[in-house]
């Protein structure tokens, strides 16, 4: 099964950084996982207009979805929250299917309107907001814990 986490941003050196790199060589033992950044757009005034946060959401939505491959699903707080056993099921949904999939973490302002209506499920983390360097780690630590579960690892317990 081929899978990709698509993120906006780069993850600055350090703590966050390792885990993500972790989290990923664990997942690779059970899955092809790709880590596909695109770069967050830049605005330079500190209180952006709303206008200017749609339209950097937009430029960075455009850029995920030139890298999405398969099935994509958006994270997003306003998404479907999934249980650890709910994070097994939908990695058999897409084993099953024989498709890639990608996960897609927006930027600072979110993912962008056009990514949320192309992608086949809208899924969440938590109802709270994090930023999207702790999203990916947090995604990958969940990614990982519904392997262990598919493969009767132990870890998830």
Request: one cysteine or more.
């Amino acid at each position: 099964m081929k899978l990709a986490v698509i993120c906006t941003g780069k993850l600055k050196p350090g703590p966050l950084a390792e885990l993500s790199a972790d989290y990923a060589k664990r997942i690779g033992r059970f899955c092809t996982l790709e880590l596909r950044e695109v770069p967050e757009t830049k605005i330079r005034d500190r209180s952006p207009s709303e206008a200017d946060r749609r339209r950097a959401s937009g430029e960075e939505g455009a850029r995920i979805l030139q890298k999405a491959e398969g099935a994509l699903y958006a994270l997003t707080p306003e998404g479907k929250p999934l249980s650890t056993l709910e994070w097994k099921q939908l990695l058999d949904r897409i084993e099953l299917s024989g498709r890639a999939a990608s996960f897609a973490i927006g930027g600072p302002f979110g993912l962008a309107a056009d990514v949320k209506r192309n992608a086949r499920e809208l899924v969440s983390l938590s109802p709270a907001t994090f930023t999207h360097e702790l999203a990916r780690v947090l995604l990958l630590e969940q990614l990982y814990r519904a392997w262990t579960l598919k493969k009767g690892v132990p870890y998830h317990y």
